[in-house]
C-alpha cells in the first residue's frame, strides 16, 4: 500500500510482526468500513477526476477526523504510515496529533521543512525503534539532545538533516552506533567542523554523504578514508576545501560521484584522484583549474557528466590542445559542461568523436557558426546551451540533422528570423530560449512546427501581438516567458487563454492591464505568474488568485 511500504527491505521486520494481535488484516478491515462514512460527497480527493480507492478514502477521512483518534498502534503498519503521510501532506500534522503515532512502526518519517518540528517530536519518532528505516528532518529545530534519542533507531538506512543548525559536532557523536546508515545528509550545517566528521569514521556502510555548504569542514576528509563503500560524496560549495584534503579520498575506489564546486582544487589535487578509475559524475565547476588537469580526468573511462564550467580551461597553446585531445577517450561521456571558459572553435574539433553527448553546455564561450560544423555526428544530442556565443543563423545550418535535440539555448546570439526557420525540422523540441530583439513576428511561424514545445522564452523585445497568434496552438507548453517585449497587449492574454497546461507565465514590462486579467481565468494549472512592470495592481491579481487560479503559488508582483 503506497511505494514506501511496498519496497523490498534488507532489513526484515521479524521484531514489529512479533508484537501481540496487531496486525490482523480482519480487525483492520473492520476498523477501516467503520471509519467510512456511507455518503459524503465532500471527501478530499487529490488527484480531480479519478476515481479514489477505498484506502484513499478511508485515509481522507481520517485526516478529517483526526481529534478523534489518540493512538494508531494497533493499525497494520501499512495504514498508520500511510495516515502519517496524508497528514504532513495536508499540513494536519502538529504536536497533538503527532502523539497518536506513538510506538506506531512506521518505517519512513519524511518531515523535512515541516514547521515546528523539534526535539519533542523525536521522541515519537524514536519509538518506533528498530522499524525506523529513514528519517529527514531539514530546516527543523532539532538539537544535539533530539539527535540522541535515535540510538533506539539502529536499523536506520537513510539520515537528512540539511540546515539544522542547532545539531553541532557533538550531536553528531550520538550518529556513531548507526552503523547501518548508507545515506547520509548535512547540507549547510555551518556548526559542523573537521572535529565533528570523527563520528563518521563507524558508518562503515556509508554509500551517500552530503557535506555541501558545510564551510569548516577542511582537515576532516581523513575521517573518511575507511568508508570503502562509499559511491556519492558532495562537498560542493565548501570554499574550505582545497589540495590538502583531497588525498584522504584518494584511496575511496567505489566513488562514482564527486561534487566538488567552488572548492579551491588546483590541478594539483585533481592529479591525487587518479585511482579512482569507477566516477562517473564529476563536477568541478568553479575550481581554479587549468586544461592539464585533462589528462587525468581522460583516465576515467566510466565517466558519464563532467562539469568543468567556469574553470580557467583555455585553448590558446599548443600544450593545452593536446590536452584536451584527451577527451575523445571518454566514450561513456554524456554530459559535457565547458561554459564560461576561453574555449573557441578549435577546442570543438577534439569533441566530435563524443559521439555518446547528450548534453552539451559551450554558455559564453567564444565559438562560432565554424564551430558548430563538428557537432554534425553527435546524433545522440538532447540538450545544447550555446548562450551568448559567436553563433549565429548560419551555423545552425550544422544542426539541422540533430534529429533528437530537445532543448536549445540562443539567448544572447546573432540568430535571426532565418536561422530559426533552419531548426524547423527539428520537432523533437521541447525547450527553446530566444533573445527576441532579433527574432520578428514573422519568425515566429516557425515556432508552428515545434508540437511538442513545454518551455519557449522570447525575451527582448521585437514581439508583438500578431506573434503571440503562432503560439496560441502549442498546447503542450508548460513555461511561457514572454517579458520585456513592451508591445504586447491584454491581446496577448486572450490570444494564450486556451493554453490551459501553463504552470508557469511571465509577460512583464508589457502593457498588460487589470482588464486583461481575466483572460487568465482558465489557466487552472498556473503556479508561478509575473508580471512586473505592467498596469495591473497587486489587489486585482490577488483577486484573481483566490477567485479563479487555486494553484497559483507565486504572484509577482504581490
Not at 550520538?174 to 556548526?191: A, C, E, Q, Y
Not at 566538488?260 to 588546483?266: E, H, L
Not at 548562450?387 to 530537445?406: K, P, R, Y
Amino acid at each position: 500500500m503506497g511505494g514506501a511500504c511496498s519496497r523490498k527491505r534488507d532489513l526484515l521486520d521479524e521484531v514489529a510482526l512479533r508484537r501481540s494481535g496487531r496486525y490482523y488484516k480482519s480487525s483492520s478491515a473492520k476498523w477501516l468500513l467503520l471509519t467510512l462514512p456511507r455518503c459524503n460527497t465532500n471527501v478530499s480527493v487529490r488527484e480531480q477526476g479519478k476515481c479514489p480507492s477505498l484506502m484513499d478514502l478511508c485515509v481522507a477521512k481520517v485526516r478529517e477526523d483526526i481529534k478523534n483518534y489518540s493512538s494508531f498502534s494497533v493499525l497494520p503498519r501499512d495504514i498508520s504510515q500511510l495516515i502519517f503521510n496524508e497528514l504532513v501532506a495536508s499540513h494536519c500534522l502538529n504536536d497533538v496529533s503527532l502523539e497518536a503515532f506513538q510506538d506506531c512502526a512506521l518505517q519512513d518519517i519524511w518531515i523535512g521543512e515541516y514547521p515546528g518540528v523539534k526535539d519533542g517530536w523525536i521522541r515519537i519518532v524514536s519509538s518506533q525503534g528498530e522499524s525506523l528505516l529513514s528519517l529527514d528532518i531539514s530546516c527543523s529545530d532539532v538539537t544535539d539532545t533530539g539527535l540522541s534519542l535515535l540510538k533506539k533507531c539502529p536499523n536506520v538506512q537513510s539520515l537528512k538533516c540539511n540546515y539544522c543548525d542547532q545539531i553541532s559536532d557533538y550531536g553528531l557523536g550520538h550518529l556513531s552506533g548507526l552503523s547501518n546508515l548508507t545515506s547520509l545528509s548535512f547540507k549547510r550545517s555551518n556548526v559542523i567542523t573537521a572535529d565533528g566528521m570523527r563520528a563518521f569514521t563507524n558508518l562503515v556502510n556509508l554509500v551517500n554523504l552530503d557535506l555541501e555548504r558545510c564551510l569548516k569542514i577542511h582537515g576532516g576528509l581523513v575521517h573518511l578514508k575507511d568508508l570503502k563503500k562509499l559511491e556519492s560524496l558532495n562537498i560542493k560549495y565548501c570554499n574550505c576545501i582545497t589540495d590538502a584534503d583531497i588525498g584522504s579520498i584518494s584511496g575511496l575506489t567505489n566513488l562514482k560521484e564527486l561534487q566538488m564546486s567552488c572548492c579551491k582544487i588546483t590541478d594539483a589535487g585533481i592529479t591525487q584522484l587518479k585511482g579512482l578509475s569507477k566516477l562517473a559524475h564529476l563536477n568541478l565547476e568553479g575550481c581554479p583549474l587549468t586544461a592539464a588537469c585533462l589528462k587525468v580526468i581522460s583516465g576515467f573511462p566510466s565517466l558519464m557528466f563532467l562539469n568543468l564550467s567556469r574553470c580557467s580551461i583555455s585553448d590558446d597553446g599548443s600544450e593545452n590542445f593536446s590536452a584536451l585531445q584527451k577527451l575523445k577517450v571518454l566514450q561513456k561521456l554524456k554530459v559535457l559542461n565547458l561554459g564560461f571558459n576561453s574555449i573557441s572553435d578549435a577546442c570543438l574539433v577534439h569533441l566530435k568523436d563524443l559521439i555518446n553527448l547528450e548534453s552539451l553546455n559551450f554558455d559564453s564561450c567564444s565559438i562560432g557558426n565554424e564551430g558548430l560544423l563538428n557537432l554534425k555526428g553527435l546524433l545522440k544530442l538532447k540538450s545544447l546551451e550555446l548562450s551568448d556565443t559567436g553563433v549565429g543563423s548560419n551555423g545552425l545550418s550544422h544542426l539541422s540533422g540533430l534529429s533528437n535535440l530537445e532543448s536549445i539555448n540562443l539567448s544572447f546570439t546573432s540568430v535571426t528570423d532565418g536561422g530559426l526557420r533552419k531548426l524547423s525540422g527539428l520537432t523533437s523540441i521541447k525547450s527553446l530560449n530566444l533573445d527576441s530583439r532579433l527574432i520578428t513576428d514573422a519568425g515566429l511561424a516557425t515556432i508552428t512546427s515545434f508540437k511538442k514545445l513545454q518551455s519557449l522564452e522570447l525575451c527582448g523585445g521585437s514581439i508583438t501581438d500578431a506573434g503571440v497568434k503562432n503560439i496560441k496552438d502549442l498546447k503542450s507548453l508548460k513555461q511561457l516567458n514572454l517579458s520585456q517585449n513592451s508591445h504586447l497587449t491584454d491581446k496577448t492574454l486572450e490570444l494564450i487563454s486556451g493554453l490551459t497546461g501553463l504552470t508557469s507565465l511571465n509577460v512583464s514590462n508589457s502593457r498588460i492591464t487589470n482588464a486583461g486579467l481575466r483572460h487568465l481565468k482558465p489557466l487552472k494549472n498556473l503556479r508561478l505568474l509575473t508580471l512586473e512592470s505592467c498596469k495591473v495592481t497587486a489587489n486585482e491579481m490577488k483577486k484573481l488568485q483566490l477567485s479563479a487560479l487555486p494553484n497559483l503559488l507565486s504572484v509577482r508582483p504581490e
